[in-house]
């Protein structure tokens, strides 16, 4: 199944890890899937996971993104900002998310890529386990020109984290 909010992983050995956002945003809307290869959270999560990869070689088995599932929080884009918490949490929200993931079976192992996904996965994902929390990927710690790219500024993030 693949939609704005979830695609699963292309690899079924490593599908059981979730890369988690708060919504869609503009390109997933229009491509109809999450972390939009053309939009800048897809560009900075793909350097991301390539430096996960690299960093902790024993979890995240390979450089690909699409190897892993992709999940948003809830499926509604928003032209700025994320949707509420009271939103994620809905009754609504909760049941469709375990309908989305239950393919992935009770193994699910969650990385966060902002508050709002952490409180999704803590507040609105029965039977996950947040594996890391890490700042979205267009955040501000991320984009950070200090220190040059994408790349640099992850692996500084997970250094100092």
Same mark, same amino acid.
């Given at each position: 199944?693949?939609?704005?909010?979830?695609?699963?992983?292309?690899?079924?050995?490593?599908?059981?890890?979730?890369?988690?956002?708060?919504?869609?945003?503009?390109?997933?809307?229009?491509?109809?899937?999450?972390?939009?290869?053309?939009?800048?959270? +897809?560009?900075?999560?793909?350097?991301?996971?390539?430096?996960?990869?690299?960093?902790?070689?024993?979890?995240?088995?390979?450089?690909?993104?699409?190897?892993?599932?992709?999940?948003?929080?809830?499926?509604?884009?928003?032209?700025? +900002?994320?949707?509420?918490?009271?939103?994620?949490?809905?009754?609504?929200?909760?049941?469709?998310?375990?309908?989305?993931?239950?393919?992935?079976?009770?193994?699910?192992?969650?990385?966060?890529?902002?508050?709002?996904?952490?409180?999704?996965?803590?507040?609105?994902?029965?039977?996950?386990?947040?594996?890391?929390?890490?700042?979205?990927?267009?955040?501000?710690?991320?984009?950070?020109?200090?220190?040059?790219?994408?790349?640099?500024?992850?692996?500084?993030?997970?250094?100092?984290?």
């Amino acid at each position: 199944m693949v939609s704005a909010q979830f695609r699963q992983g292309d690899n079924l050995s490593l599908s059981y890890l979730c890369f988690m956002g708060a919504c869609p945003g503009r390109n997933e809307g229009i491509e109809r899937r999450p972390f939009s290869p053309n939009g800048n959270a +897809g560009r900075s999560l793909r350097v991301l996971v390539r430096v996960l990869s690299e960093v902790y070689p024993d979890r995240f088995l390979s450089e690909r993104l699409d190897d892993y599932s992709l999940l948003n929080a809830h499926p509604t884009p928003r032209p700025r +900002g994320t949707p509420k918490h009271s939103a994620i949490a809905s009754p609504e929200n909760r049941s469709h998310l375990a309908h989305l993931v239950s393919p992935l079976g009770n193994a699910l192992e969650v990385i966060c890529l902002g508050r709002d996904a952490e409180f999704a996965a803590t507040h609105a994902l029965k039977n996950a386990r947040v594996l890391l929390s890490l700042p979205h990927p267009t955040s501000r710690t991320v984009n950070s020109k200090r220190r040059g790219s994408w790349e640099l500024n992850w692996r500084a993030w997970l250094e100092e984290s």
